[in-house]
């Protein structure tokens, strides 16, 4: 079954400054990678997604890069702000309603 | 629109009795629900896959007997943790899938304590 690896686990940036999260995963057939931020206590926000067709996506300060080839695709943060500070989780899917396979997540601090 | 509730957001029960959390989508058919279960400071980890109208899949390790779920309608499926144990005290988490979709969109989770 597919595996997905993150790091790092735990990550402290200070404001202003760029956050790099990589994941790694098992399974070719997975074409689907969205990335999750949680909060404590609070559900999975969906933060950015992108499918295997592509290699990049971004959104504002957000963007995600995927290497197929190599099997690991990138959360990139740029201008860090305070509120960004929580658990990232990156997940791994191999179609329509498949069930996702979550890396381990990431605690990013970003340090005012 | 996909917005995913659940009840209650928290539970305290006794050691042997039984739990039910409900999971809805408020806004949008929801054809997959998933439920996670999620240990402190851990990662997310799938319980069972449900499709409405059929049995639940559940991921290896998951006990059926002690969890169960029922997908009645494209709205609502259920988790009935059964004569819960102090080991079963973790987050619980729902999400739901549209027809034809990759996302899933989560529910605000369930905390049970089982004393």
């Known amino acids: 079954g597919e595996n997905v690896e993150q790091h790092p686990s735990t990550l402290s940036v200070q404001e202003g400054d760029s956050a790099v999260i990589k994941c790694t995963y098992s399974d070719s057939a997975s074409n689907y990678f969205p990335w999750y931020k949680q909060e404590l206590g609070k559900r999975p926000q969906l933060i950015i997604d992108i499918r295997s067709n592509v290699g990049e996506k971004k959104d504002q300060r957000i963007a995600v890069t995927l290497n197929k080839t190599a099997k690991h695709f990138s959360l990139h943060i740029t201008e860090t702000q305070p509120e960004d500070s929580a658990v990232y989780f990156c997940a791994a899917s191999w179609g329509y309603g498949q069930n996702f396979v979550f890396g381990p997540g990431t605690r990013l601090s970003v340090l005012p | 629109g996909a917005v995913v509730s659940q009840h209650p957001s928290w539970v305290i029960c006794k050691s042997g009795t039984s739990v039910k959390i409900e999971c809805r989508s408020l806004d949008f058919q929801a054809t997959t629900m998933f439920w996670y279960r999620q240990f402190p400071k851990q990662s997310l980890m799938l319980m069972a896959t449900?499709?409405?109208?059929?049995?639940?899949?559940?991921e290896q390790g998951v006990e059926k007997d002690k969890f169960l779920i029922n997908h009645a309608s494209l709205t609502l499926s259920t988790l009935t943790v059964t004569s819960a144990h102090p080991e079963d005290s973790s987050f619980y988490i729902c999400s739901a899938r549209k027809s034809q979709a990759y996302e899933q969109y989560f529910g605000p989770g369930t905390r049970l304590t089982v004393t």
């Open positions: 449900s499709n409405e109208g059929s049995k639940a899949t559940y």
